[in-house]
């Protein structure tokens, strides 16, 4: 892939899809938010035409709007058209990110209900314990990858063999390779590459729901085969429930733990106040996903209708990308938006989601959050970069922005664990 690159007068900006594109989007959102609101372009690989909508009103009003959908079923050609699914994944696709209401009610309220406080502060003791244990045995080595060593671990430890009852095995390790290589995909990819990442995660999800049936315990899986059972959900929905869960949990999580801590250690007057004003990390976290968030974009929407945004008609079955990295950086919408600002008051961002597509694990995801940084920048409190900021090595796709590695310097902090960030989920 050949890095391009448009310029003019005020700056030059990368085009779409291009490794300097993936190393930086913000220029890019820039220009078209400014020149094209809606960009109509094509995704390469299985070429897929979509429409990127770069401005935060257009980004906003999309969630909500009638004639736009998170169905399939309106998608007329191409990939995403029901009639090129595969015949085995249809209950892999029947999950809460590609299904409207009522389907989408009924799965949620499954979610929600078992996705409650009381489990989540259950599990907070643990968490910390087992942050604290991270920074345990990175704090002598005087270096880590905050990636390998500390924000992935994190997830698929509390998330995954806690939460929802994944014990751990070389199956599991190759599902967690294969979902985060499934959302964020080299750019060649075609149908048939992501059908064998999906069939290979299928069998692994059918077979883990075998499992739970034979040996129910306290736990998320467990809670959503009772649900099957009692004819809450169908077969196809516990599928997709359980596929929603697995997918939007842990690669989002590792990429906004590791966005965040990269954001700090290239603001170090924002890594010093943090540390000294401990109490600004729930308005950090928000600032976290405004600025540099896992998700770049929103899943993906569909036209029902014929539909005019910002003067650009976008046809009827057409694939909607919201841009939410560019909306975040919308300078009508935030003062200084390009600035780094973790006292920031007003922060309306749409890192989550919004209104019945909100995500259900975005308390999840602020509070481990919040308790992984808060316990590393008071823990290890010189943390440096290991390397050049143009250094680091991004993932592709369009979904989620993450890094591969995320390497530092310290000094060794021998000792027992002293960080806790402690706080009660209200419902």
Request: net charge negative; with cysteine.
């Amino acid at each position: 892939m050949t890095p391009q690159a448009h310029k003019t007068e005020e700056y030059s900006y990368p085009e779409f899809f291009t490794d300097d594109f993936i190393k930086n989007p913000y220029p890019t959102y820039a220009h078209l938010r400014e020149n094209e609101p809606v960009f109509h372009t094509t995704y390469p690989g299985e070429p897929v035409e979509i429409y990127v909508l770069s401005r935060y009103d257009d980004v906003k009003e999309a969630f909500s709007h009638p004639c736009i959908s998170k169905q399939r079923k309106h998608v007329t050609q191409g990939l995403l058209a029901p009639n090129a699914m595969h015949r085995k994944l249809k209950g892999f696709h029947t999950n809460l990110v590609m299904v409207d209401p009522p389907v989408h009610t009924r799965m949620r309220k499954v979610v929600t209900r078992e996705l409650n406080p009381a489990r989540i502060n259950a599990l907070k003791e643990r968490a910390q314990e087992y942050i604290d244990e991270l920074i345990d045995a990175m704090a002598p080595r005087g270096e880590a990858d905050l990636i390998g060593d500390f924000a992935n671990p994190l997830p698929t430890k509390v998330l995954g063999e806690w939460m929802l009852g994944i014990p751990p095995s070389k199956e599991w390790d190759e599902f967690l390779e294969k979902s985060t290589l499934l959302v964020t995909p080299r750019y060649d990819y075609r149908a048939e590459d992501y059908d064998a990442l999906k069939l290979t995660m299928n069998e692994f999800i059918l077979d883990l729901l075998e499992h739970k049936r034979a040996n129910p315990a306290d736990d998320l899986l467990t809670a959503f085969v009772t649900a099957h059972a009692n004819g809450e959900i169908d077969d196809d929905e516990v599928i997709g429930i359980t596929v929603t869960m697995l997918l939007a949990g842990f690669a989002s999580t590792t990429f906004l733990i590791g966005n965040a801590a990269l954001a700090l250690l290239t603001h170090p007057d924002q890594m010093k106040l943090l540390q000294e004003r401990p109490e600004l990390l729930d308005s950090a976290v928000e600032e976290f996903i405004r600025y540099d968030g896992s998700m770049q974009t929103a899943t993906f929407r569909f036209t029902s209708e014929d539909l005019e945004i910002q003067g650009t008609t976008i046809p009827r079955g057409s694939i909607i990308v919201l841009a939410l990295a560019s909306a975040h950086r919308d300078p009508d919408a935030f003062e200084r938006p390009d600035e780094f600002d973790i006292t920031r008051g007003h922060n309306p961002h749409m890192g989550f989601g919004l209104g019945v597509h909100s995500c259900p694990g975005n308390r999840l995801g602020r509070l481990f959050t919040k308790m992984a940084i808060g316990s590393l920048v008071q823990r290890i409190p010189d943390l440096t970069l290991a390397v050049d900021p143009d250094e680091l090595k991004w993932r592709p796709g369009l979904l989620h922005r993450g890094l591969f590695e995320l390497p530092v310097r310290f000094t060794p902090q021998p000792g027992p664990a002293t960080g806790a960030v402690s706080e009660e989920v209200t419902p």
